[in-house]
T-cell receptor
Framework: KAGVTQTPRYLIKTRGQQVTLSCSPI?????VSWYQQTPGQGLQFLFE???????NKGNFPGRFSGRQFSNSRSEMNVSTLELGDSALYLC????????????FGEGSRLTVL | GDSVTQMEGPVTLSEEAFLTINCTYT??????LFWYVQYPGEGLQLLLK?????DKGSNKGFEATYRKETTSFHLEKGSVQVSDSAVYFC?????????????FGKGTKLSVIP
């Protein structure tokens, strides 16, 4: 069974640009969550989607957005990039909404110059 | 809000040494508790979990007991190996408001030397 797949794995952007990251969950998993990992703040929850609906959102500015498609694949977008957005963005999936283990992808490492 | 505090590393141990990584939490309600591990260049993997007080989670020689009275979930292993070198994260779940999210500690980097 394929794991959680995130693309791209690495990317470099400049301030002011926008970026879109993609996540394909494990087959059959309907919940997708996104986390930001930085050395200073650690792992922080961005948002969770279940059945194409955003169920919860962390404490991030509106520049961070996401969506989920009918096949459970998810994308997150960051607009007007800032240097502080440089981070590892991790996607995780689960089969159900409120229970179960989170399965993480390897992450997309974003560097903002 | 919910929070997790774990001992900060890095921690360096010799092979076969005893490992303890302390973790305490603050939460409303009755969260589930987890330890995740992140090997270099990889995403997080669930190491073990406990869903209620006095539960003991165990996996690959690692153990942790959910202690409600001390709000703790310390990770232990009797004899570490070089392959255990990784970053360990303590986390709790919050399934309120119709959603589910993990609150993580800052992580503890473990290096095991031969």
């Amino acid at each position: 069974k394929a794991g959680v797949t995130q693309t791209p794995r690495y990317l470099i952007k400049t301030r002011g640009q926008q970026v879109t990251l993609s996540c394909s969950p494990i087959s059959g998993h309907r919940s997708v969550s996104w986390y930001q990992q930085t050395p200073g703040q650690g792992l922080q929850f961005l948002f969770e989607y279940f059945s194409e609906t955003q169920r919860n959102k962390g404490n991030f500015p509106g520049r961070f957005s996401g969506r989920q498609f009918s096949n459970s694949r998810s994308e997150m977008n960051v607009s007007t990039l800032e240097l502080g957005d440089s981070a590892l963005y991790l996607c995780a999936s689960r089969p159900y909404q409120n229970t179960g283990e989170l399965f993480f992808g390897e992450g997309s490492r974003l560097t903002v110059l | 809000g919910d929070s997790v505090t774990q001992m900060e590393g890095p921690v360096t141990l010799s092979e076969e040494a005893f490992l303890t990584i302390n973790c305490t939490y603050t939460a409303t309600g009755y969260p589930s508790l987890f330890w995740y591990v992140q090997y270099p260049g990889e995403g997080l993997q669930l190491l073990l979990k406990a869903t209620k007080a006095d539960d003991k989670g165990s996996n690959k020689g690692f153990e942790a007991t959910y202690r409600k009275e001390t709000t703790s979930f310390h990770l232990e292993k009797g004899s570490v190996q070089v392959s255990d070198s990784a970053v360990y994260f303590c986390a709790l779940s919050d399934s309120g408001a119709g959603s589910y999210q993990l609150t993580f500690g800052k992580g503890t980097k473990l290096s095991v030397i031969p």
